[in-house]
């Protein structure tokens, strides 16, 4: 969140395209696997690894990655899974 969730999701008031690629991204994750803060947290972590493997770092540009990182942390969010103050 703290790296890119928080500004992302900033965006999203004023960046109708950014709303729509998020919401894709949300989409396709909840077809894929249950939105629970255990799964979606382990999906998180996988994710991460492979960016990390293939030495991927956020710019701070609109590519797959970070629609998909920004998605998860919309989803975290909505589903009440920051309201711990845990990092996602």
């Keep these: ?28 994750l909840r077809e894929a696997i249950p939105i629970d803060r255990e799964t979606l947290g382990d999906y998180l972590l996988g994710f991460l690894d492979e960016l990390r493997h293939r030495g991927w770092v956020f710019t701070g540009e609109l590519d797959e990655p970070s629609l998909r990182l920004t998605a998860v942390c919309w989803l975290a969010r909505e589903h009440g899974f920051l309201g711990d103050e845990l990092p996602a």
């Design 1 to 28: 969140m703290n790296t890119l969730g928080d500004s992302q999701l900033a965006r999203l008031g004023a960046e109708p395209g950014l709303v729509a690629a998020v919401d894709q991204h949300a989409a396709e």
